[in-house]
Structure formats: structure tokens, C-alpha cells
């Protein structure tokens, strides 16, 4: 089953090149996604996780390494014909609701402007069906679509931001933080439509977020990012039963739970880089502590981390 | 206690082309000085449109406060003007708004932003307000603060956005901080040290907070008390206990079901609330919940339900507490949660409309 779909290899995003304020939001992340998984990318504020999404879709051109959509360099020069396929099969749903949608476009048209683009309804009749289709899809009627984004509520925005991803029927979507301005009785019903439109379909998604616990329930699998690297990769039980990497470990205990109680007496473990110690020259790199499980880590610790997880 | 903010019976609605939408149709609460007030509830239920009307921050028109009070120190803020609003807005009551990238301006740099609030309302030179906009990113995270100061609103991440805005509403140490979905985009690490900043805010000048989010954990731990608000109103209201242990009206049940947990391994479905939130331009006769609620009656596709009071501090707006009405079970996973608290009176008691 374990079919690649797509393939980052040593990707690298830097802003600001040769000037004093570089930033490298992405510096040098690897990593797999196969065909119908999810793979949930969490992470400190700033770390690279939309930066790492934006430059997979090619909003930015890379500084640096490649993504493979089924086997082909998505950043390699293309044609038009060529760009607009790679754009259909793959969307994007945008972290800020706000900026991402056109103030004078009604809603109507907003969800069919990829239908427009790529010319996926034979008539008038059937783009607005399509639109009101995925209007109630995403849980919202059909006479939103007449109106504009300023009229709606931040969730409502949101699911707008979705629908217009759906609407082109692509196979792959990155879905940056496409929930956490959502209620969680309208989260549960979005991640149960995505749950299914995966399964329908066969999509596979890149879902970035914050909230842990839903990111554990849609993920197959969870990469751990930290100041533009990707520090720890793993199936989603193992990582929350077995966190390796200390930052994943002060994440995991930081999880605000729905219980007044516990959250009068939690505790917070918190991460310190400097715990390390890592000698100069020393190489760290991310590596196979047990199948599919892989820690940034030195030769070192990864000497103990491997000893520690066989008990 | 003394109370900081009154709001009685507001009403809010927006003229759009669609027709009037009621946003906010008459509600109540009362805010103490010090205490944190979590409002949740669905998307679209008249959260934001409520807070912002407390600083009158909605569009006007299309927006028109069509009833009610908001006494803030016992000071009806409803007739001032702009100009008067002026004066309490970033002073007296400061916003985080739910979307930085509306509220923040794209071409001044964030540093700026916040040196703004420090030179117009506390009076800060501007070295000293350039020192202080340094520490205030510090303190909500920001790395390198001294560079960031420097850039623009794009230049950030999301959360770091969120933390700059965070920043220029503490900047004025207001008296009420109204804080919608504050931390929604930062990672659990950062959120949890942001809350704490707001709480040692809070203790050491007496503000009043209330808390905007839809993560039921971060209510769990901040909220002192928490309203759940549906189409427009407040359906439940009651001490954080309150709320999470003894929870009363059926959409408030919906939302403590609907949460994964943490050992939820992903194999069954969320229970999501089934159905759509009521379209507020014609909202439905009796209780706007009705049609989405698995324990609805007759009566309550007839006629709006009372607030029915459970203790002191806990009152819920449902047909279910009339003496008249049959005993029903909440969802499982709510029942698991239920304990028998001391406050509880005996039986709930109707709330007379004061007119
Ligand atoms: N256009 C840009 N110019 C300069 N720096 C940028 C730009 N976009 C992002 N950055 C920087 O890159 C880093 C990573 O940003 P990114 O938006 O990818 O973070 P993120 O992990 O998505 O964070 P969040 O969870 O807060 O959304 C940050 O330090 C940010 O300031
Ligand atoms: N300027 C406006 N014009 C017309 N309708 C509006 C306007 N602003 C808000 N509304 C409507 O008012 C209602 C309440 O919106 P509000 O933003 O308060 O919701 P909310 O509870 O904050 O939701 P969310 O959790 O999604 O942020 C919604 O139905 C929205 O569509
Ligand atoms: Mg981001
Ligand atoms: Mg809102």
C-alpha cells in the first residue's frame, strides 16, 4: 500500500538571503508522504510548518532541495499546461481566513473559482449546483453563496477556505490550520468530512495544527518540527505513547485538557536546546530509533535512545 | 465582588442585502473586577459581535445596537460617541482580536505598533516606549525581540502575529481585556506560557478578562465562569465547575461530546452536532436549538425556553429543567463527567423576566 506520493528531500526555505535578517524558516526537512495518509506536521509558533506547506505547493520558490509529486520535481521549470495540473491536484487550505479570501468575490464565486479555471462544469446550472453541494458539505447552506466574506464569522470563513479546495477535486491538500478557528462540534464535523472525502477519495492531506489531540485522531503519522527542522517522525500512537525528542515530550505535557481539575494541578515539562550538549562538528540528523520512529539526534544519544526503547 | 461590566438584554443585528441578521437577541452577564469570563459557543453565535459591540467596534451601519445596556462602571457605554470611545478603547478596555492580519497594520512595523499605545495612552517617551515594545515581545514570546521590532506584519507567522497583537492589547495595562480566540494559532507550548502571562497580569492589576476561545482545555484553564452561547444567545452560563461537572442544556452536552481525547486512536467518528446553526436573518420561532437537538419537545419547536436557575451562579436556558418535563439522559461521554456539586439547589428555579 505504501505508495509515495510525495517526496521532500532536504528542503530548505530561506528569507532575507545575503541580507543581516536571514531567517531560515525551513532548513533542510525530509520526509515522505504516501498516497491516502495523513500526515499531521505540528510544532512551535515559527518553527516552518506553513512555510514548509507554501513552498511544497510552490508559493516560494525553494532555496534549496526538491518535492517530488509522484515521482516529478514540482519546482522544475514547467509549462502553463503543465504548472495548472500540478495546481489542480494539489490545494491548499490557508491558516488565515481573513487574508486569504477575496472581499469583493461572493462566496459563490470564490468556491468556483477553480471550477472556472479548470472548466469542470458544463453550465451555469451545474457550477451553481457544485457550489451549493459543497457549500452544505463544508456545513453551511446555500444562501451563503450569494453573499461576501465580511458578512461571515471567522469559522464560517474557514469553511469557505475549504469548500473552494474541495471544489477542484484535487489529490493532495495541505490544510494549514484549517480548524482551529472552528468550534469543536464544527471541528468534529470538518475532520469527520475530511475523514471521509479521504476515504471516498483516496485523498491525502498535510494537516498542520496545533490542537494535539485532533491532530493525533486524523493522523497516520506525525512529524515533530522545531526552528526549521524536523526533530521527531512517527506513527501517530507511538508518538504520544513514546515521545523520544525532548521538545516533543514538553508539547505532549503542555495539552490543555477539558477538565477543570487536572488543569488547576498540571505540570509542564519545558524544553531547553541546551539539554544537548552537542560537541561542535558533531553531526545531528534525523535517524531510525525503531521502525518508522526517527529522532534528530546525535550518534550519541541515539546509542541511548535506542537502549532505552527496547524496555 | 465588584462588577466591572453589566451587560443587560443587548441586541445587535447587521442590515445586509439578505435582509436584517439578528447577531446578539438579548443578552446578559455580569463581569466582577478580576475574574475571567469564557465565552464558547458555536461558529457564528454572536461571540465577536457582542464583545466588539462592548467597545463599539462593530460597522455602524450596517450594524445597530437595537436594545440593551453595556454598563461599564456603571457608565453606559451605549450612547457615547466616538470621540469618548476614543478615550476608553487601548485605555480603559483593550481587544485581541480573532484575526491579526485585519487588525494590524501591514505597512507600519510591529514595533511601532506597539509603541503607538505606549506613546498615546501611558505617555512613554519614545525611547522608553522602544525599551518597553522590546520587552512586552519578550515577554510573549518572540525571539530576538530587539530584531523583530524592526519588521513587518508579513515578515511573522501566524502565532507570532497573534503574540504581537497580544502584546500591543497588554501594552496599555487595561482594566478589561477582551480576548478573542488569542491563542487559537500558537503551538500548546507557547499558548500555555501566554495564558500564564495573562494570569499574572490579571493578579497583579485586578483585570477583568474575558476569554473568547473554542479549545474546552484552555476553558478548563482559565475561566473563572463561562457563558455558551447559541444563535445569538446565551444558553448557559455557570462557575467553570459549573460547566465541565454539571452541565445542563443539551448544546452544551453536544460540545463536551464532540472533543477527541487524547486516547481517542482515531478509529470512531466524532460526535459532531448534526444539522446546520440557524440562519439568524429569520431565526426559527421557540428554541433556536430545537431543530438540532436530539432531546427537543413539542414546546420547544413553540416557544422560547425561560432561564432556569441551577445554584447561586448556574443558569441554563432549556425546556428540559420545567418541572413538567421528562427525565433524559445526556450523551455518554458527558454522563462520565457529571458529579453531584454542594451548590446545586434542590430543584431549578424559573427566572422572571425583569422588564
Ligand atoms: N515572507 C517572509 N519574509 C520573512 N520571514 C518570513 C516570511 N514568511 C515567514 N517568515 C519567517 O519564517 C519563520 C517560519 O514561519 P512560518 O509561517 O512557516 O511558521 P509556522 O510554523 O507556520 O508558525 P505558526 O504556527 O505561528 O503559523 C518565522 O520566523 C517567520 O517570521
Ligand atoms: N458586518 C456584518 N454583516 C452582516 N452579518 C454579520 C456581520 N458581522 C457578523 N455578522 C453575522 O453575525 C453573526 C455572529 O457573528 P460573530 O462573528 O459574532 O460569530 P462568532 O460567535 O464570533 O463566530 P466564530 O466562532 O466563527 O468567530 C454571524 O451570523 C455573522 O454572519
Ligand atoms: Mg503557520
Ligand atoms: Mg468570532
Known sequence: ?311 | MEKILEVKDLEVSFQTYGGEVKAVRGVSFDLYKGETLAIVGESGSGKSVTTQTIMKLIPMPPGKIANGQILFNGDDIVPKTEKQMEKIRGKEISMIFQDPMTSLNPTMRIGRQIMEVLIKHQNMSTSSATERAVELLRLVGIPMPEKRIKQYPHEFSGGMRQRAMIAIALAASPKLLIADEPTTALDVTIQAQILELMKDLQSKMDTSIIFITHDLGVVANVADRVAVMYGGQIVETGTVDEIFYDPRHPYTWGLLASMPSVDNDGGAELTAIPGTPPDLTNPPKGDAFAPRNQYAMAIDFEEEPPMFQISETHFAKTWLLHPDAPKVEPPAVVQKRIRKLSSTFDKPVLVKEEK
Open chain 1, 1 to 311: 500500500m505504501a505508495e509515495k506520493l510525495i517526496e521532500i528531500r532536504n528542503l530548505k526555505q530561506h528569507f532575507n538571503v545575503g541580507r543581516p535578517n536571514l531567517v531560515k524558516a525551513v532548513d533542510g526537512i525530509s520526509f515522505d508522504i504516501y498516497r491516502g495518509e495523513t500526515l499531521g506536521l505540528v510544532g512551535e509558533s515559527g518553527c516552518g510548518k506553513s512555510t514548509t506547506g507554501r513552498s511544497i505547493i510552490r508559493l516560494y520558490d525553494a532555496t534549496d532541495g526538491e518535492v517530488l509529486f509522484e515521482g516529478e520535481n514540482v519546482h522544475g521549470t514547467k509549462s502553463t499546461k503543465e504548472l495548472k495540473k500540478f495546481n489542480r491536484k494539489m490545494q491548499m487550505i490557508f491558516q488565515d481566513p481573513y487574508a486569504s479570501l477575496n472581499p469583493r468575490m461572493t462566496v459563490a464565486d470564490i468556491i468556483a473559482e477553480g471550477i472556472d479555471i479548470h472548466g469542470l462544469a458544463n453550465s451555469k446550472q451545474e457550477r451553481m449546483e457544485r457550489v451549493y453541494e459543497l457549500l452544505e458539505t463544508v456545513g453551511l447552506n446555500k444562501e451563503h453563496a450569494s453573499r461576501y466574506p465580511h458578512e461571515f464569522s471567522g469559522g464560517q470563513r474557514q469553511r469557505i477556505g475549504i469548500a473552494r479546495a474541495l471544489a477542484v477535486e484535487p489529490e493532495f491538500i495541505i490544510a494549514d490550520e484549517p480548524i482551529s478557528a472552528l468550534d469543536v462540534s464544527i471541528q468534529a464535523q470538518v475532520v469527520n468530512l475530511m475523514k471521509q472525502l479521504q476515504r471516498d477519495k483516496g485523498l491525502t492531506y498535510l494537516f498542520i495544527a496545533h490542537d494535539l489531540s485532533m491532530v493525533k485522531y486524523i493522523s497516520d503519522r506525525i512529524g515533530v518540527m522545531y526552528y526549521g527542522k524536523l526533530v521527531e517522525l512517527a506513527p501517530a500512537d507511538v508518538l504520544y505513547k513514546n515521545p523520544l525528542h525532548p521538545y516533543t515530550q514538553s508539547l505532549l505535557s503542555a495539552i490543555p485538557l477539558p477538565d477543570p481539575e487536572t488543569e488547576r494541578t498540571r505540570r509542564r515539562t519545558s524544553y531547553d536546546p541546551d539539554v544537548h550538549e552537542y560537541a561542535d562538528g558533531e553531526e545531528v540528523q534525523m535517524r531510525e530509533v525503531s521502525k518508522g520512529h526517527f529522532v534528530y539526534c546525535s550518534e550519541k544519544e541515539f546509542q541511548k535512545l535506542q537502549k532505552q526503547y527496547k524496555n
